[in-house]
């Protein structure tokens, strides 16, 4: 599973072929501070878009593949919130958009400040949750 933070440790920005450049320009007219990275399924952009940091993912003939939104945990999604303990500390949640699909992907520490990841699906099923 891709994390936001994973871009964090990259290296190696490149300028994309034009044709997935003038996809990417297409779906996001307005984003801003585009970094973009060469991934194993074709393109990553690194972005800001309406003020919020996103990814896409672009496939080598320039398809989009997925999307990742960060969203301050002050407005994760209604269903976040139940899927964590009452002792659990919300950190980041990440919107990803894939296949049609959305999950949200949540990273939150306890209280003895161990970080995890959760994967939960849209209607607030918990598809993975893992220590990080």
């Known amino acids: 599973m891709l994390s936001i933070f994973d871009n964090m440790a990259r290296a190696g920005k490149i300028n994309p ?3 997935v450049a003038n996809v990417f320009e297409t779906l996001f007219p307005e984003a801003v501070n585009v970094e973009w990275y060469v991934n194993t399924q074709g393109f990553e952009a690194v972005f800001h878009h309406n003020q919020r940091e996103m990814i896409a993912m672009l496939s080598a003939n320039g398809e989009l593949l997925e999307t990742r939104h960060n969203l301050p945990a002050a407005e994760a999604p209604a269903v976040v919130k ?7 500390e919300l950190m980041n949640v990440i ?17 003895k400040l161990d970080r995890f990841v959760m994967l939960i ?7 993975s949750d893992s220590a990080l």
């Open 95 to 111: 919107r990803v958009e894939k296949n049609a699909e959305v999950t949200f992907e949540i990273i939150y520490r306890n209280q």
């Open 82 to 88: 139940p899927a964590l303990t009452p002792e659990s």
């Open 121 to 127: 699906g849209e209607q607030g099923n918990i598809l």
């Open 17 to 19: 072929p034009q044709y």
